[in-house]
């Protein structure tokens, strides 16, 4: 009896444990079906070099993380993943009154449209347009072309997280 006890209490404390976890996101609609991706390199429609590069490296580590699907070689994958950096537009978001309204912190906001497609089939399954933010401080003795490296590397990966959220939220 006692040994039964046991049995029972250790199948429904593992049984309780284990509810409500999965691994990776949620797949939806058109996305169901699909398991493996490869990313195409976006293409950049900015005056900003590398910024494709950047969008194209965030998009592929943000998919890993996630872990809803594979990446794997074109040849290999149920759809391909592609798009391009539309614009990258720079807002002052603090100003300095005493300096002639220097802009002393800079946002930087990346906007990326981006298309599924079968492989098979050469269908289009989803399509959409993300951004994403990151922001940098003009300030006197910095080095303001690193930090504004920084905050487009930044935007690129918010923008890029944006981007496996539409493909994996219900």
Known sequence: MKRISVFILSAATLLCASCGYQIGGLTNGAMKDVQTFDVSMFENHTNYPYVAMQMTTALTDALQADGTFRLVAPSQSDCCISGKVVSVTPKS????????????????????????????????????????????????????????ESALSYATRIAARNVVDALTLP
């Open 93 to 148: 978001l603090i100003t300095n009154p005493d300096d002639s309204y220097i802009s002393t912190e800079i946002g930087l906001t990346v906007y990326v449209d981006y298309e599924v497609t079968d492989r098979k089939s050469g269908k289009v399954l989803k399509t959409g347009s993300v951004r994403g933010q990151g922001s940098y401080f003009n300030t006197g003795g910095g080095n303001v072309q690193a930090a504004r």
